[in-house]
Each structure stands twice: as structure tokens, then as C-alpha cells.
């Protein structure tokens, strides 16, 4: 049985591991190590390849940030990077201060809240971007689900041009279930959707809202749907039907912003 001092112990690494992100592979941890700016945590590296030249030079620059350094069998890594293929035998834990929980954000959010839901959104490279956009814009943060979204992975870090280290994430499970939590404590919640006949130009500023985006070929589901307060979309001309959800997502964005300016 575990005494009060383990269980307080356990109960602050479950805190301190929720605004980390664990970055694989060598090009990646080796910028993630060059930027004096991150807050880099722990190295990670597979003992069978630490000899490795590009392996060591990466330790030693571990060693002169005065960062701890794991050594694990390989299968332990992958278990670490959640990517064997492509970890290269190494990893790195950045902690991300802007990072948060759902519960935590629904206990802290103010009564004016801008935030962004990425529903099936699956390209790595329009996650990172929609990221960057949004923190660009000030969005208030960007709702950030754990299924059906992909894994925060070198591409989407490098596509959000090293953007998501501060971006304010809200990670949650599923984004219905979020949704509805957020429904509970008065936001609304809008679709970006193609369809709709009410123009973004023409919407309302709203002092506590999740704008939800939808995935690349079939927009948004349903189910989120049926949640939604109200649909809008991005007027097209020239016979133009719709633009790549990255695109998009930094004309509503700033349109926001705008909104919020007036």
C-alpha cells in the first residue's frame, strides 16, 4: 500500500505530465534541443543505440542543457514515442505551460472565450497549421481531441512551425462529449460549414464560443452537428465550392479576431 507522501508524489507527476509532449525522432529532438526557448524535460534513448554517432552527439547535447537522460531497451522507447517506426531510437519531453486538461479549462474558462475544435480533422499538416493560425490570431484556445485527431507528431510540430510548444491546447477525449460540457456552462457552439446560408461576414460577435472545424472530406459529423447553435460558412466566388480547411480556418480566425476588435 502506498504511503501519503508516494500517493502526493503520484498525484503531481499526473499534473506535471499533462502539459508535456513527448518529440521522437533525431531531427526533431535535435531542434526541439537547439531551442534555448523550450522547456525540455527528459531524454529518452534506446541503449542498443546510443554508440550511434547522431545518438551521441544529441546526448551530449542533452548533457550540456544538464538534462536527465533514460536509457531503455527499444521496446520501452516505442512504448515512451508511441512511434517505432519512426522514433529513431530516441525521444525527448517538452513541457508545453499553455497546455490543458478538459476538466481543468472548464473550471477556469472566463465569460469571454474564443476556442477552435478540431472535429476529424486526420492531414498532419492542416493540424499544424489550423495550430499556428489560431495561436496567431489569439483564438483562445484550441479543443484538441485524443480520438480521431492525430498524435502531435514531428510533422504536425514542424507544419505549425514550432507553434504548438505555446499554443493553448485543450486536450479531451472525444469532442461530442466535450461539446456537451460545454453546452452546460453556456457556450455556443458553431459550424464552419459550406452549406450554410449564413455568412461568417454577417455573424454576430459572440463572448463565449467553440467554432468547430471539420474534416477534410466530409466536413464536420452529424453529431456534431445536431449540437451546433448555428452554422456558417465562407462566401465563394467564381464558382469556387470550398477552400482546404487549413485556408479556412485563418479566415475565420482572423474574422474573430476582427470582431472582437469592433
Known amino acids: 500500500m502506498a504511503n501519503a507522501n508516494t500517493m502526493k508524489t503520484t498525484k503531481k507527476q499526473k ?29 529518452h534513448v534506446a541503449i542498443e543505440r546510443k554508440d550511434k554517432p547522431n545518438l551521441a552527439d544529441l546526448i551530449k547535447l ?3 542543457r544538464n538534462l536527465p537522460i533514460s536509457f531503455h531497451k527499444t521496446k520501452k522507447l516505442a512504448q515512451i514515442s508511441k512511434n517505432s517506426r519512426q522514433d529513431q531510437g530516441i525521444a525527448l519531453d517538452v513541457r508545453c505551460p499553455k497546455f490543458e486538461e478538459l476538466e481543468d479549462h472548464l473550471k477556469t474558462s472566463g465569460t469571454h472565450n474564443n476556442l477552435v475544435a478540431l472535429d476529424g480533422i486526420t492531414n498532419p499538416k492542416n493540424v499544424g497549421i489550423i495550430i499556428r493560425s489560431a495561436t496567431a490570431a489569439g483564438m483562445d484556445g484550441v479543443l484538441y481531441p485524443r480520438y480521431k485527431t492525430p498524435q502531435i507528431s514531428p510533422l504536425v510540430i514542424q507544419s505549425s512551425a514550432g507553434t504548438v510548444f505555446k499554443a493553448p491546447i ?18 455556443e457552439i458553431v459550424v464552419l460549414d459550406e452549406k450554410s446560408s449564413l455568412s461568417l461576414f454577417d455573424m454576430p ?28 460558412s465562407i462566401p465563394m466566388k467564381n464558382d469556387v465550392e470550398s477552400l482546404n480547411v487549413a485556408a479556412a480556418a485563418s479566415i475565420l480566425f482572423y474574422s474573430i479576431k476582427q470582431n472582437r476588435l469592433i
Open 170 to 187: 485543450i486536450r479531451c477525449d472525444t469532442l461530442e462529449d466535450a461539446l456537451k460540457r460545454y453546452l452546460e456552462i453556456g457556450f
Open 62 to 64: 542533452a548533457k550540456q
Open 15 to 43: 499534473s506535471h505530465f499533462k502539459n508535456i509532449i513527448t518529440v521522437y525522432g533525431q531531427n526533431s529532438v535535435q531542434e526541439a534541443l537547439e531551442n534555448l526557448d523550450l522547456d525540455c524535460q527528459k531524454m
Open 205 to 232: 460577435h459572440k463572448k463565449r464560443a467553440i467554432y468547430v472545424l471539420g474534416g477534410e472530406s466530409s466536413g464536420s459529423s452529424f453529431s456534431i452537428k445536431k449540437l451546433s447553435s448555428h452554422t456558417i
